[in-house]
C-alpha cells in the first residue's frame, strides 16, 4: 500500500517523477502495488499498478484519529492534506497488504495511523523536509512535528541522500540504524533524444527549471545573472516553473535593470522539458538545501552542462557538474561564464555529464528499494 501526493501528469516536482519510476520498475520485479493518491483533474492511468484515486469532498463526518490533526489550519491545504489522509486511512482498513510505503509529511499522517490501526510494518521516503522547504528560516511547526512523528514510528526510512540521513538524525533524533540511502535516478534516453528549440536564437542560454521557491533559490540565479550580463550582455536567463516568488523575482528582475534579459515561462509540461533543456547552453541548480534535486540528472541526460550547490545532495552522486554555494553569486555567475565561453570546457562537461547519468538508472533503485526495505519488512 503506497500513499503519494502526486502522480504524473498530476505533479508539482520531483516527488511525482519519483513514485511514477520507482512504481513501475517495482512491478517490473514482481511488486504488486496500491497507489492512493487525492483526486484530480488528470486522467491518471497506469497498467503496471493499481491507482486509487482519493477524493476528499466525499468525506462526511469525523474520523477519530488517536490525534486530531489539521483541524486548526484554516487554509484549504492544510484541510485537503487531513482529509485526504483520513480517507486513505478508512480505505487501507479495508485492503489486504503487507505493508505500508509513504511518501513525506503529506501522508505521514496515514501511514502512522494505519500502522497503529493494523500493526503492519511503515516504511518512508524522505524526500525533503519542512526546514530544507523553507530554507531553514521560518518552518512550520506542524508539518515539522508530522515529520517527526513519521520518522520515529517508521520501521525502515528510506533518505534520498546522505545529506538528508544527516538531517534526520541531527533534526529529528533519527535512529541511524533504521536509515538507508537510497539516490534518485532517471531513464537517460528520455531526455538525451529531445530536440533543440532555441528561445533565443543566437544567444547563450542559462536556465532555471524548478519551484519558485525559497528552497530553490531563484532570487540568487538572478543576483549571478546580473553579474554575468556585467561581462556579456548577449546571454539570455530563462526561468521554467510557477511558485509563490514569482512576484518578488519579477520585481527584482526590474531593479537589477536586467528585466529585457531575463524570460518567466511559467509551467513546463512534460513534453517540453527535455526540449528546453537541450536548448540551454548552462542549467543552474542554485538551491539554498535540496537533499537531492532529480533536475540535475535531468540536465545532464539531455547534455546540458550543470552548475549545482554544495547544499544539494546530487553531487554526493554525480561528478561532472560544477559546485558552488548558493550565496556565492560572484562564483556562480564566474561558473556560467566560463561554460559559455570557452567551447571545449562546454563540450567536454556535455559529454562527461551525459556518459555519466547514464549509469544511473531506475531500474536498479526498485532493485534496492525491494533488497534494502521491502525484504527488510517483509514477513
Same mark, same amino acid.
Given at each position: 500500500m503506497?500513499l503519494?501526493w502526486?502522480f504524473?501528469?498530476f505533479r508539482s516536482?520531483g516527488?511525482?517523477t519519483?513514485?511514477?519510476?520507482?512504481?513501475k520498475n517495482?512491478?517490473?520485479?514482481?511488486?504488486?502495488?496500491?497507489?492512493?493518491?487525492?483526486?484530480n483533474?488528470?486522467?491518471?492511468?497506469s497498467d503496471?499498478?493499481?491507482?486509487v484515486?482519493?477524493?476528499?469532498s466525499?468525506?462526511?463526518?469525523?474520523?477519530?484519529f488517536?490525534?486530531?490533526?489539521?483541524?486548526?489550519?484554516?487554509?484549504?491545504?492544510?484541510d485537503?492534506v487531513?482529509?485526504y489522509n483520513?480517507l486513505c486511512?478508512?480505505?487501507?482498513?479495508?485492503r489486504?497488504?503487507?505493508f505500508?510505503?509513504?511518501?513525506?509529511w503529506?501522508t505521514s499522517?496515514?501511514?502512522?495511523e494505519?500502522k497503529?490501526?493494523?500493526?503492519k510494518?511503515?516504511?518512508?521516503?524522505?524526500h525533503?523536509?519542512?526546514?530544507?522547504?523553507?530554507?531553514?528560516?521560518?518552518?512550520?511547526?506542524?508539518?515539522?512535528?508530522?515529520?517527526?512523528?513519521?520518522v520515529?514510528a517508521?520501521?525502515?526510512i528510506i533518505?534520498?541522500?546522505?545529506?538528508?540521513?544527516?538531517?534526520l538524525?541531527?533534526?529529528y533524533?533519527?535512529?541511524p540504524n533504521?536509515i538507508i540511502v537510497?539516490?534518485?535516478?532517471?531513464n537517460?534516453d528520455?531526455?538525451?533524444?529531445?530536440?533543440?528549440?532555441?528561445?533565443f536564437?543566437?544567444?547563450?542560454?542559462v536556465?532555471?527549471?524548478?519551484?519558485?521557491?525559497?528552497?530553490k533559490?531563484p532570487?540568487?540565479?538572478?543576483k549571478?545573472?546580473?553579474?554575468v550580463?556585467?561581462?556579456?550582455p548577449?546571454?539570455r536567463?530563462?526561468i521554467?516553473?510557477k511558485?509563490?516568488?514569482?512576484p518578488?523575482?519579477?520585481?527584482?528582475?526590474?531593479?537589477?535593470g536586467?528585466?529585457d534579459?531575463?524570460?518567466?515561462?511559467?509551467?513546463?509540461?512534460d513534453?517540453?522539458?527535455?526540449?528546453?533543456y537541450?536548448?540551454?547552453?548552462?542549467f543552474?541548480?542554485?538551491?539554498?538545501s535540496?537533499?537531492?534535486?532529480?533536475t540535475v540528472?535531468e540536465?545532464m541526460a539531455?547534455?546540458?552542462? /550543470?552548475i549545482? &550547490?554544495?547544499?544539494?545532495?546530487? $553531487? *554526493? @552522486?554525480?561528478?561532472?557538474?560544477f559546485?558552488?554555494?548558493? +550565496? #556565492?553569486?560572484?562564483?556562480m555567475a564566474?561558473?556560467?561564464?566560463?561554460?559559455i /565561453?570557452?567551447? &571545449?570546457l562546454?563540450s567536454?562537461? $556535455? *559529454? @562527461?555529464?551525459?556518459?555519466?547519468?547514464k549509469?544511473y538508472? +531506475? #531500474?536498479?533503485?526498485?532493485?534496492e528499494?525491494?533488497?534494502k526495505?521491502?525484504?527488510?519488512v517483509?514477513?
Amino acid at each position: 500500500m503506497m500513499l503519494g501526493w502526486e502522480f504524473p501528469p498530476f505533479r508539482s516536482g520531483g516527488l511525482g517523477t519519483h513514485c511514477f519510476h520507482l512504481t513501475k520498475n517495482l512491478s517490473a520485479l514482481g511488486v504488486k502495488i496500491v497507489f492512493l493518491m487525492p483526486k484530480n483533474p488528470f486522467k491518471i492511468k497506469s497498467d503496471y499498478i493499481e491507482i486509487v484515486e482519493v477524493d476528499p469532498s466525499l468525506m462526511i463526518g469525523p474520523y477519530s484519529f488517536t490525534e486530531r490533526v489539521g483541524e486548526n489550519y484554516g487554509k484549504s491545504f492544510f484541510d485537503d492534506v487531513w482529509k485526504y489522509n483520513t480517507l486513505c486511512a478508512r480505505y487501507a482498513l479495508k485492503r489486504k497488504f503487507d505493508f505500508i510505503h509513504c511518501h513525506d509529511w503529506l501522508t505521514s499522517i496515514a501511514g502512522v495511523e494505519i500502522k497503529k490501526r493494523t500493526g503492519k510494518p511503515l516504511i518512508v521516503t524522505m524526500h525533503s523536509t519542512e526546514y530544507d522547504r523553507t530554507g531553514s528560516l521560518s518552518p512550520n511547526k506542524w508539518i515539522v512535528d508530522r515529520e517527526a512523528t513519521v520518522v520515529k514510528a517508521a520501521d525502515v526510512i528510506i533518505a534520498v541522500s546522505e545529506l538528508m540521513k544527516r538531517q534526520l538524525i541531527e533534526r529529528y533524533n533519527a535512529d541511524p540504524n533504521k536509515i538507508i540511502v537510497i539516490y534518485n535516478a532517471i531513464n537517460s534516453d528520455d531526455w538525451s533524444a529531445a530536440e533543440v528549440k532555441k528561445v533565443f536564437p543566437g544567444k547563450k542560454i542559462v536556465l532555471f527549471m524548478g519551484r519558485l521557491t525559497i528552497q530553490k533559490g531563484p532570487d540568487f540565479f538572478l543576483k549571478a545573472a546580473k553579474r554575468v550580463l556585467e561581462k556579456n550582455p548577449d546571454v539570455r536567463f530563462v526561468i521554467g516553473g510557477k511558485g509563490d516568488m514569482l512576484p518578488q523575482l519579477i520585481r527584482e528582475t526590474v531593479s537589477l535593470g536586467i528585466a529585457d534579459k531575463v524570460m518567466f515561462l511559467g509551467y513546463v509540461s512534460d513534453k517540453e522539458l527535455p526540449h528546453l533543456y537541450a536548448s540551454a547552453d548552462v542549467f543552474v541548480l542554485p538551491s539554498v538545501s535540496e537533499p537531492f534535486g532529480i533536475t540535475v540528472l535531468e540536465s545532464m541526460a539531455a547534455k546540458t552542462p /550543470t552548475i549545482i &550547490t554544495k547544499q544539494s545532495g546530487a $553531487r *554526493e @552522486l554525480v561528478k561532472n557538474a560544477f559546485t558552488v554555494d548558493f +550565496w #556565492d553569486v560572484n562564483e556562480m555567475a564566474n561558473k556560467i561564464l566560463a561554460l559559455i /565561453t570557452y567551447p &571545449t570546457l562546454h563540450s567536454t562537461m $556535455r *559529454e @562527461l555529464g551525459h556518459a555519466e547519468v547514464k549509469g544511473y538508472s +531506475w #531500474d536498479k533503485i526498485a532493485q534496492e528499494t525491494l533488497d534494502k526495505a521491502y525484504k527488510r519488512v517483509a514477513k
